[in-house]
């Protein structure tokens, strides 16, 4: 059953049914657009499918760069949401990728983790979560460091069409229980997936709640 009432579920809609456009890629904070509106950050680990639900999110193709090669992406992506802007979508970098060399690992720690830490403007992120496997060791890193700044967070199960609904509803009610020791996380969490479009009307229905 969905938290968000028939109208909130609308009004996303026709949120993210109008003007979306990349605006800019920061590799440091120097780079970062001026703080003018709200903004939600999408995190998640390199092959968790960020960019297509990003994608899926805003009803288009190719917004979001998809990649064969996990990990690409090092820099924080922006993306304007609405006219006259709302609010902006803040794609970070993934994390996990195992063929990355040390230094790529430290600047990414860096750069997210002083982005987490100084962004007034940042209301939430959405921390995905690839429902075949729950969180994982190397998801806890990205989750105490969203606690250790006080960024509220919401964990967002993808690719929840991949496992029987047996499965699912296990690595659902393992994740929320998680999600619920956790002292920045929102304790209810969204099954999406990308190719059914699953859970994607109440993402974008609690993307609206983040910037209130």
Request: proline share 6%; glycine share 6%; hydrophobic share 45%.
């Amino acid at each position: 059953m969905s938290a968000f009432d028939d109208d909130m579920i609308e009004a996303a809609r026709k949120t993210f049914a109008g003007p979306i456009t990349f605006l800019k890629s920061a590799p440091k904070l120097e780079h970062l657009p001026n703080p003018v509106v709200p903004e939600v950050a999408f995190a998640g680990r390199s092959n968790v499918g960020k960019s297509s639900l990003i994608n899926a999110l805003t009803n288009r193709n190719s917004l979001a760069r998809t990649s064969n090669t996990p990990g690409r992406t090092q820099e924080l992506n922006f993306f304007d949401v609405g006219e006259p802007l709302k609010f902006r979508l803040v794609d970070m970098p993934g994390y996990g990728f195992a063929k990355a060399p040390k230094d790529m690992v430290r600047q990414w720690r860096y750069l997210v983790n002083d982005f987490l830490r100084g962004r007034d403007v940042l209301k939430r992120a959405l921390v995905l979560i690839d429902a075949r496997h729950g969180i994982k060791e190397v998801d806890n890193d990205i989750l105490d460091m969203l606690d250790t700044a006080a960024v509220s967070y919401r964990i967002v199960l993808t690719k929840a069409d991949k496992i029987k609904a047996t499965e699912l509803a296990d690595v659902f009610a393992r994740t929320e229980a998680e999600a619920r020791k956790r002292p920045a996380a929102h304790p209810d969490i969204i099954a999406t997936s990308s190719e059914k479009g699953m859970g994607i009307p109440e993402l974008r229905a609690a993307v609206l709640e983040a910037i209130g």
